[in-house]
C-alpha cells in the first residue's frame, strides 16, 4: 500500500494565494493517488477559503498549524509562514518554528509585502510564482509515488 502524501497549504488574511494553490493543485494532480490537500489558516477566513477552492480537510489556529506541520510530507505557503510575527502579526514564533523544523519539503511562494528578497535574477509575477510551486510539488509526488 502507498503511503498518503499530506500536502498542507498554510495561509492567513483572506487566504486568497492559499485558495489559489488549491485550486491549481487539486485540478492538477494526478488522480487515484492517496493524495490529502490539506488548508491549514491561521484564521477561519483563510481555512474556509482554502475549503471553499477544494482541499479536501482544514484547520485554523496555532496549535492545528504546528500539530500539522510534522505529519505534513509537503508545506506550501508564501514566504512569510516561517518568520515569526509576519502576515500581520498572524504567525505566531511556534508557528514559524513548527515549519521551519518540519522535515516536509516547504515549498514558498515571495511576497513582496514581506520586506524580504530572495537573490535570484530576474522578477516574477505572483502568478507565475504559484505556477512554479505547483509545478515543484508536482513533481515532488511524482517521484514519491511510483
Same mark, same amino acid.
Given at each position: 500500500? !502507498?503511503?498518503?502524501?499530506?500536502?498542507?497549504?498554510? #495561509?492567513?488574511?483572506?487566504?486568497?494565494?492559499? $485558495?489559489?494553490?488549491?485550486?491549481? @493543485? =487539486?485540478?492538477?494532480?494526478?488522480?487515484?493517488?492517496?493524495?490529502?490537500?490539506? =488548508?491549514?489558516? !491561521?484564521?477561519?477566513?483563510?481555512? +474556509?477559503?482554502?475549503? $471553499?477552492?477544494?482541499? #479536501?480537510?482544514?484547520?485554523?489556529?496555532?496549535?492545528?498549524?504546528?500539530?500539522?506541520?510534522? $505529519?505534513? &510530507?509537503?508545506? =506550501?505557503?508564501?514566504?512569510?509562514?516561517?518568520?515569526? &510575527?509576519?502576515?500581520?502579526?498572524?504567525? !505566531?514564533?511556534?508557528?514559524?518554528?513548527?515549519?521551519?523544523?518540519? #522535515?516536509?519539503?516547504?515549498?514558498?511562494?515571495?511576497?513582496?509585502?514581506? +520586506?524580504?528578497?530572495?537573490?535570484?535574477?530576474?522578477?516574477?509575477? @505572483?502568478?507565475?510564482?504559484? #505556477?512554479?510551486?505547483?509545478?515543484?510539488? $508536482?513533481?515532488?509526488?511524482? +517521484?514519491?509515488?511510483?
Amino acid at each position: 500500500m !502507498t503511503e498518503t502524501i499530506l500536502i498542507s497549504i498554510i #495561509d492567513g488574511q483572506g487566504g486568497g494565494i492559499g $485558495k489559489q494553490l488549491v485550486e491549481k @493543485l =487539486a485540478s492538477g494532480l494526478p488522480k487515484g493517488k492517496n493524495i490529502i490537500i490539506r =488548508a491549514l489558516g !491561521t484564521n477561519a477566513l483563510a481555512t +474556509n477559503a482554502m475549503l $471553499k477552492a477544494g482541499a #479536501d480537510d482544514g484547520a485554523t489556529g496555532e496549535n492545528a498549524i504546528v500539530f500539522n506541520a510534522g $505529519k505534513s &510530507h509537503i508545506i =506550501a505557503g508564501v514566504m512569510p509562514i516561517v518568520m515569526p &510575527h509576519s502576515i500581520l502579526g498572524e504567525v !505566531t514564533p511556534r508557528m514559524a518554528e513548527a515549519i521551519g523544523a518540519s #522535515d516536509a519539503l516547504k515549498v514558498l511562494i515571495p511576497l513582496p509585502r514581506c +520586506n524580504t528578497r530572495i537573490a535570484v535574477p530576474g522578477t516574477a509575477s @505572483l502568478g507565475q510564482c504559484i #505556477d512554479q510551486a505547483v509545478e515543484i510539488i $508536482k513533481e515532488y509526488i511524482e +517521484n514519491q509515488i511510483p
